[in-house]
């Protein structure tokens, strides 16, 4: 690492306009990568296929509808001459408009379209894309025509797209929200360093994540897995998240050089030497975790994997060459620019005080690390992996307006996710819809004898579920559609694929943990020279993960914050793609985290070779780096989670409080408490492993530890162990 910090500084010029063009390429080309994203998901299900077919023949009658919701004026109802007549301009306004078509009480005749007293009726309009939402200037003129008709018509307007859009045309953006989170960084590193040089983690994550999108956009030239849009803000946040905490130790372990006397082109290669392998050796750890999303058989996320694999590399390559670069030529300039006193690098003595008082407690704080843990996990455990219902999508708006009406007109909201069936020539819509109507949890079947519904080959009707297809509460009605409906029918549907898609998922998650595991452990293994440390390091990294499940159960599932901070009732589920995203993007930070503190406590053991002394200087070093990291983080995830989509703030909710739960919980009670409690054995790795591993064994040492105190959570036999140095160690 030292001959790499050397090579970039002679070749510091080239180095940085290296850096700079494609910095400047990414600024160019970053409004050009979203049109490379494929929105939607591939995955080999029969809804799947079912969508691909009706996309070809019928548009987005696979779509979830907008729905307008068409309440009468008093004296009129959905027989009226003057009604019928504005439905039937409704249905011309869909039908001049390419691409969209409607089902409505005029081209169906069919009563599940009419509300409690024939007052209200509904309107089902699809868009000329699976995906989308109707055009708003379409849905408009649609009620125009109604109300024209029927004077005193009061028309709403709602759907599933339109409540996950917030009810609104606009909303804030995740762009918006990641600036925030930038700015709110921005102070946390000010206070962290007390100088301008604050601003270097931040150009490194500038760069960094400029030159993702440059990695994406080359990937969707380079690999036939669809990469989707929501790719951007995952490598928005993770980019600004490992950047940070990469650029974090770098600057600090120079700082410490700095005032240990040391002259700035040493501090620069002795930062670079000491902290370098943690880097290189993180990245690597969390670019395999998020890799390893590549089993599972569904697009979405192997597009992220895929992506993945090259987002904390980048960060790493990123951070290991631009901040040696602005240490060695304007780093001291920079320290001596003050924004507040100048804390000293040495061991911080708030977190001295607590690494000695785990020390000297080592069971107390397990066990209070565990109660918490556990309390979280068990209701992890409880976790229900479904689409969220209708109802907790929005707080209030125009949309949420609309389907607080269809409710009080008495419509089912399943209907808001109806179910299309494309049956083959020769199989008669009315009678087929007569036989699916009788379900017990079907509101209706809707045919329309009209050419946008009926095609020389085939024909489409419109199954109404009672319950919302896909949620926690979705009922009977997928299972009982699929067993009557013909043998040679296709049943597709958004929600009926992202039902499928969540199956998926929920029976693919235990294979995905087992490979992050694995995977995790054995490099650990090698870079830790020990069997206990990486066991304990993987060990507790799923408990984080539980416990971030726990709370996201806590305030959405169950609703024990989200109405009181957001206005949205508890949704009874937790949105598919969540948990498998939790996973991948906690798993590789806290394992940021759990490197950065083990390889300073390895460090401090090498030199000293005391257990305890070992802990209390690596958390006292560490402590205040990885909380810093971690609330930059958090502040982040908060600022993202004013996004008005109930996915997005599920995301950064449960993100930002396994970020802070790790950090606090995890590593500063249970990991140093853990050390201390397993004593030699943290270091001990047998010969048989080492041959597996293919690295040199560690033999116990049976003698006594050199001169310091002991605790009662220490092995009985004496100190632990006198291990040499780590070849090619993980230093921090």
Not at 170 to 196: D, Q, R, Y
Not at 583 to 610: H, K, N, P, Q
Request: hydrophobic share 50%.
């Amino acid at each position: 690492m030292e001959r790499f910090a050397a090579f970039v500084m002679r070749h510091r010029v080239w180095v940085a306009l290296a850096w700079v063009a494609l910095t400047v390429v990414g600024v160019l080309m970053a409004p050009h990568v979203a049109g490379r994203l494929k929105s939607g998901t591939t995955v080999n299900t029969a809804s799947y296929h079912a969508n691909v077919a009706l996309q070809k023949e019928y548009g987005g009658a696979g779509a979830n509808p907008s729905v307008l919701v068409v309440d009468l004026p008093h004296g009129s109802t959905a027989d009226s001459p003057s009604v019928k007549a504005g439905l039937a301009a409704a249905d011309q306004v869909a039908a001049a408009t390419h691409g969209v078509r409607d089902l409505s009480y005029a081209n169906t005749g069919d009563r599940a379209l009419v509300g409690t007293g024939g007052t209200s009726t509904l309107v089902m309009v699809y868009p000329p894309q699976q995906g989308t939402a109707v055009a708003p200037p379409v849905m408009d003129a649609m009620s125009t025509a109604i109300t024209h008709a029927v004077p005193g018509t009061t028309v709403h307007q709602t759907g599933i797209e339109q409540l996950s859009a917030g009810g609104t045309s606009g909303g804030s953006s995740v762009l918006t929200e990641m600036l925030v989170g930038v700015g709110l960084a921005l102070l946390v590193l000010a206070w962290v360093f007390g100088s301008a040089l604050a601003l270097l983690p931040l150009l490194s994550a500038i760069v960094s994540v400029l030159t993702m999108q440059l990695a994406i956009w080359g990937l969707t030239y380079a690999s036939n897995i669809a990469i989707n849009p929501s790719v951007q803000f995952i490598v928005a946040l993770l980019g600004l998240g490992l950047s940070v905490d990469y650029s974090l130790l770098l600057v600090n372990r120079w700082r410490e050089e700095r005032d240990q006397g040391a002259d700035n082109r040493q501090a620069v290669l002795r930062a670079v030497h000491r902290a370098g392998h943690s880097v290189a050796f993180s990245a690597l750890i969390a670019s395999l975790g998020l890799f390893a999303l590549m089993v599972v058989p569904v697009s979405f996320l192997q597009g992220v994997g895929l992506s993945g694999l090259f987002i904390p590399s980048i960060a790493a390559l990123v951070a290991l060459t631009t901040i040696p670069l602005l240490l060695s030529t304007v780093g001291p300039r920079l320290d001596k620019i003050r924004l507040r006193r100048r804390r000293s690098t040495g061991p911080g003595t708030m977190w001295t005080r607590i690494a000695r008082t785990i020390v000297a407690r080592p069971k107390t704080a397990a066990l209070l690390g565990a109660t918490i843990l556990g309390t979280l996990c068990a209701f992890g455990l409880t976790i229900n992996i479904a689409a969220p219902a209708s109802t907790s999508l929005a707080a209030s708006g125009p949309a949420q307006q609309g389907l607080v009406a269809m409710q009080h007109d008495g419509f089912p909201t399943g209907m808001l996710t109806s179910v299309p069936i494309e049956l083959p020539a020769g199989t008669d819509p009315s009678a087929t819809a007569a036989t699916l109507r009788a379900l017990p949890d079907m509101h209706g079947v809707l045919v329309a004898d009209t050419p946008a519904w009926h095609h020389a080959g085939s024909s489409v009707i419109m199954g109404l579920p009672k319950a919302e297809i896909g949620t926690a509460h979705a009922g009977t009605a997928l299972a009982d559609l699929r067993a009557a409906a013909p043998h040679n029918a296709m049943i597709g549907g958004n929600q009926v694929q992202s039902s499928d898609v969540a199956h998926i998922m929920s029976s693919w998650f235990p294979l995905l943990l087992g490979v992050v595991a694995l995977l995790t452990f054995v490099l650990l293994a090698r870079g830790m020279r020990s069997l206990l440390l990486p066991a304990k390091a993987v060990a507790l990294n799923l408990l984080s993960v539980g416990a971030a499940y726990g709370v996201l159960v806590l305030i959405w599932q169950l609703g024990w914050g989200s109405q009181a901070i957001w206005g949205i009732p508890a949704t009874g589920s937790i949105s598919p793609f969540v948990p498998m995203l939790l996973f991948g993007f906690l798993f590789g930070v806290s394992m940021d985290y759990e490197v950065f503190i083990l390889a300073r406590v390895r460090e401090a053991f090498d030199r000293t070779g005391r257990t305890n002394d070992a802990v209390v200087e690596g958390i006292s070093r560490t402590g205040r780096l990885v909380t810093s990291a971690a609330l930059i983080l958090f502040l982040a995830l908060v600022s993202l989670s004013s996004s008005p989509d109930v996915t997005i703030k599920m995301m950064a909710t449960g993100m930002a409080a396994g970020v802070l739960i790790d950090a606090l919980v995890v590593r500063t009670l249970l990991t140093p408490a853990l050390v201390v409690l397993f004593g030699r054995a943290n270091w001990y790795l047998p010969t048989w492993a080492a041959r597996l591993l293919r690295i040199k064994p560690v033999v116990l040492d049976r003698g006594p530890e050199p001169d310091g105190e002991h605790t009662d959570g220490e092995d009985a036999e004496g100190g632990p162990l006198g291990a040499p140095a780590l070849h090619g160690s993980v230093h921090a």
